[in-house]
């Protein structure tokens, strides 16, 4: 799935997931080391376990971050599957 952010500098965030696993995310645009970091952290983790650890993160003054953004890329997944 490719999903468009809203509001962080990373444009948008590739994303495979199997049987409730993350199984791959790439972000394109933002904080480059960062973002692999994170993608590298969430690959292999329930999507349920990323979700509960990176809602709601902010970055700066803004009301969202690129993990939030993830969580909230992970949280329409899960609804576009049931």
Known sequence: MKYQTKGVCSSSIDIEVEDGVIKFVQFFGGCNGNLQGISSLV???KVDDAIS???GI???FKNTSCPDQLALALESIKESKN
Do not use: E
């Open 43 to 45: 690959t292999g983790m």
């Open 53 to 55: 650890k990176l809602k």
């Open 58 to 60: 902010r970055c700066g």
